[in-house]
């Protein structure tokens, strides 16, 4: 099945500084491509996600890419803010069945 | 929310009874699914059902069964609880056009 492996664990950064958190897969036919949000004590939920088809998304200080070659994709978070704290989920998936999460990686915003 | 809903939102029990977890939508998904989360290892997928009376397996089923005999309810029964199941347990359902997850807000369980 697939393996999804996510870096760093923990990272802290100042605010108004950008952070980057990366993602690889191992199944090759994965084609779907989410990150959630999951705020102390809340539930995960969506934030941007992409598609085998695209190799770059963007909505406002997010974006997501996606390199297929590689197998691996990335989050990125421009302008941090106290707000972004949080743990970070990616996940891969081909179907509705097999949707394989990381670890997940700690964001703290330092104001 | 997406119209889900888990109960108990936490319980505490003792190693050896049974526990049942339910999730409850209120929006015809066909879908749904029970995941556990522990630290370090993200969101592990236990039992899904893609209709009623139609179930499989995840990839940490063992200790776990499941039922659904309407389309509104997911139950998840740990017929024997061990301490390794001590967890918090999120239902989701998912939008079949775009494959989002949509989670309930968890149920926290704690096996002594």
């Known amino acids: 099945g697939e393996n999804v492996e996510q870096h760093p664990s923990t990272l802290s950064v100042q605010e108004g500084d950008s952070a980057v958190i990366k993602c690889t897969y191992s199944d090759s036919a994965s084609n779907y491509f989410p990150w959630y949000k999951q705020e102390l004590g809340k539930r995960p939920q969506l934030i941007i996600d992409i598609r085998s088809n695209v190799g770059e998304k963007k909505d406002q200080r997010i974006a997501v890419t996606l390199n297929k070659t590689a197998k691996h994709f990335s989050l990125h978070i421009t302008e941090t803010q106290p707000e972004d704290s949080a743990v970070y989920f990616c996940a891969a998936s081909r179907n509705n069945n097999d949707m394989r999460f990381g670890a997940g990686t700690r964001l703290t915003v330092k104001p | ?112």
């Not at chain 2, 505490?12 to 630290?39: A, F, K």
Request: hydrophobic share 25%; net charge negative; proline share 3%.
């Open chain 2, 1 to 112: 929310d997406a119209g889900i809903t888990q109960s108990p939102r936490h319980k505490v029990t003792e190693t050896g009874t049974p526990v049942t977890l339910r999730c409850h939508q209120t929006e015809n998904h066909r879908y749904m699914y029970w995941y556990r989360q522990d630290p370090g290892h993200g969101l592990r997928l236990i039992h899904y059902s893609y209709g009623v009376k139609d179930t499989d397996k995840g990839e940490v089923s063992d200790g776990y069964s499941v039922s659904r005999s309407k389309t509104e309810d997911f139950l998840l029964t740990l017929e024997s609880a061990t301490s390794s199941q001590t967890s918090v347990y999120f239902c989701a359902i998912s939008e079949i056009e775009t494959g989002e997850l949509f989670f309930g807000e968890g149920s926290r369980l704690t096996v002594l």
